[in-house]
């Protein structure tokens, strides 16, 4: 079977998350589902209560990684996503970043 990968171009989507978002395991259920789906980027909370996202990979993937987001994990209860396409960057994990 073929790597994904090499099927389809990659993508890169960053995401702004808002609603009841953060104290819910919102990050750490995005880093267990995107490192699965096998997406690299990074998550974290930011200081408007609101959670940032970025993931890098192939189209399809990142497509069901954005409909996750709208869900998130149980607790959450998600309001709004806002999606903004960029240029990839190459990055090549997924991981929680703090904000600075």
Known sequence: MQNPTQMSQSIRAHLFISGRVQGVGYRF???DTASQLGLSGWVRNLPDGRVEAVFEGVEEVVE????WCHQGPPAAMVKDVVVEYEEPEGLN???VRRFE
């Open 29 to 31: 259920a995005t880093v």
């Open 64 to 67: 069901e990684m954005i409909r």
């Open 93 to 95: 994990r997924f991981e």
